[in-house]
């Protein structure tokens, strides 16, 4: 019989490879693999629970919560604010820094999360995820600042995400290999399934919003119609898959092969740089695509290089293969350079003298 491995035995096991992971470390992967199973609970019984649907409220980007929204978000706090491993918190839902209460002790490490990303699908029984990411503390006082969150995504501890799909997994990393677990129900215990994941050398897949196609530049364009077989060096076409669940689009990619891509455009000249979020969204799933052997860029350089300047900004996202990444970054020095003039002050803001 194989080797049967949870989740908390194979952080026990890294720890001893790696000296430098603390125990406070091991057991932040451990209560977020909690929260992970729990979320999973309610998305599986959303239905039947009735809290299905819109709440009332709007988040800080003026989209409509989801109800679940709510409850994952929530449920990450919860399980994270008294374990005296974290010093601040922020989530995608929340405006500001996320204090942790004044009576709990603090800890080294400050937690960033998507509590529910590709909440458009939750109504309509299509994969969902969260997406979590993990810095180190740098400054030093007792409680977490800004300057603690704010920090490249080169610099991460660990990241990893959840994806709520025909079964639940959870993939992470702390710096030494992209790991996948799949939750068994029956046991509530998260199985080691798929380990040391690596992108295949060979793309499949790419995954755009094809419907926002007239706003994109004609870089992004040509790109496009090379990957399917239609520009540049002749090539096989790749198959089309879009879910809308960053989490779901890029879980496929990471194992099949291909690249995501939402870009920056010039719709609305002052904002040139997409929809998704640095701090929630790209930046996790930056670190662990380039875990895996990928790559992931804003259209001019890597996303883990990027110095934030607020938690909330947003960035393109071309993430997957190496080499295609590369080829967009190609086809954007070529024919983007207006769209480039609009969008290199955003990526350099937090670099330049106030
Ligand atoms: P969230 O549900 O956390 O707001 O994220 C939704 C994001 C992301 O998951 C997805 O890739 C993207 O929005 C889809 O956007 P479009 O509907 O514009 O394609
Ligand atoms: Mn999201
Ligand atoms: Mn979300």
Redo the contacts with the bound molecule.
Sequence with gaps: MAKIITIERHILETQKQFPEATGAFTNLMYDMALAAKIIARETTRAGLAGILGAADDHNV?G?QQQKL?VFADQMIFKINDHTGRLCAMAS?EHEGLIEIPPHFDTGKYVLLY?P??????IDVNVS??TIFAVHRKVTTGERGTLDDLLQPGRKLAAAGYVIYGSSTMMVYSTGHGVHGFTLDPGVGEFLLSHENIRIPPQALYYSA?Q??QKYWTTGVNRFIQHLQGMEGEPRKPLGHR?I????S?IHRNLLRGGI?I?PGDLQKPNEPYG??RLM??AQAMAFLVEQAGGYASDGLGSILDIQPYSLHQRVPLFIGNRDLVELAEAYIRRYDQDWIAAYRPFRERASQPA
Excluded at 116 to 121: E, M, V
Excluded at 244 to 247: I, T
Aim: charged share 30%; aromatic share 18%.
């Design positions: 980007y989209e929204d995608e998507d529910l990303d590709g909440s458009s699908n969902i995820g919003n419907g926002n879009y809308g669940s960053l989490v689009d995501f939402y929809k998704l929630f969204e």
